[in-house]
């Protein structure tokens, strides 16, 4: 069985989530409305440290055909937040793991656009509110039901940082029919999409200076007429890179990011390395891979 799990990102600093955790948890309050029955097709939320989460499913056409999609809905008290892939200068991505499931052949999980926020250690990417992750669902068996078990494991952070873990389960018919669509496809249209062509925003001009003693990397994107709440976010499975800051306001469509490195041999470290530079706004986000050379 082919189960795809969560993987987890690397950061150049130990994760604060770590430090009094024992404290920190013995203070998580229920989250309040979180007993209600749950429908089918969605698991019964599940109470955590100022949080709670379900699973939801549904059927959605995609390239013409249905598709099973599966969702982890996390919904947060308010102020409270939660971590992307890369979780930034500090904390912890989300870990899923589904290897209890059955029937199951793999299930890729999609990341919304997320958004940056400050915290005690810097600058955190991630989601505050309520965030659902899309997984799309393939059997390994067409026509059987899916039994879907995950441990899902996330931090929640605000004046401090809680580690929560969440055992979930749940039936899928092979008649699921649409559930929770409408709830998934909100979900799947913030998921940047792969840049391809002329479509925006996407990525213009990368300039990287990798040795000397101010190593970074420059880009500039070209964003929707209209856009607001611009960014760009840099990551890589295999290295740490930092988290980019705007070199100024967007203007004319235009904006300039940088990324500074602390030093040249943390730079050098990217050489060889695909990362990916996701372009985010309120007019669609793009995901771009570039290597550096």
Not at 18 to 31: H, K, P, R, T, V
Not at 128 to 151: A, M, Q, S, W
Not at 229 to 245: A, I, M, Y
Request: hydrophobic fraction near 45%; charge should be negative.
């Amino acid at each position: 069985m082919d189960v795809m799990i969560g993987t987890r990102f690397s950061t150049r600093q130990a994760v604060p989530l770590l430090s009094g955790l024992a404290i920190a948890a013995s203070l998580g309050i229920a989250f309040a409305d979180a007993g209600f029955a749950a429908s089918t097709g969605q698991s019964p939320w599940v109470d955590q440290s100022n949080s709670k989460v379900r699973l939801v499913s549904g059927t959605i056409m995609t390239d013409g055909k249905p598709a099973i999609f599966a969702g982890v809905q996390l919904r947060m008290a308010p102020g409270w937040k939660t971590y992307w892939r890369n979780p930034g200068d500090s904390g912890v991505p989300p870990s899923f793991d589904w290897s209890g499931s059955k029937n199951l052949k793999s299930a890729e999980v999609l990341y919304p656009a997320p958004h940056r926020f400050a915290d005690a250690n810097g600058t955190a990417i991630g989601y505050g509110d309520e965030v659902v992750f899309p997984v799309k669902i393939t059997p390994e068996h067409d026509g059987e039901p899916v039994e879907l078990k995950l441990d899902f494991e996330y931090g929640l952070c605000k004046d401090l940082c809680i580690p929560n873990e969440a055992a979930l389960d749940l039936a899928l018919p092979p008649d699921l029919g649409k559930g929770d669509a409408m709830l998934l496809e909100t979900a799947l249209a913030r998921v940047p999409r792969s840049a391809q062509g002329d479509a925006l925003p996407k990525i213009t001009h990368i300039a990287a200076t990798l040795g000397g003693p101010a190593p970074a990397l420059e880009v500039e994107a070209t964003f929707p007429p209209g856009a607001t709440g611009t960014d760009l976010f840099v990551e890589s499975p295999e290295v740490f890179v930092p988290v980019p800051k705007a070199l100024g306001p967007l203007a004319d469509g235009k904006q300039r990011f940088a990324v500074a490195f602390m030093s040249a041999t943390e730079a050098a470290a990217i050489k060889g390395k695909a990362l990916t530079l996701t372009l985010v706004s309120d007019e669609g986000s793009t995901a771009t891979v570039w290597t550096a050379e």
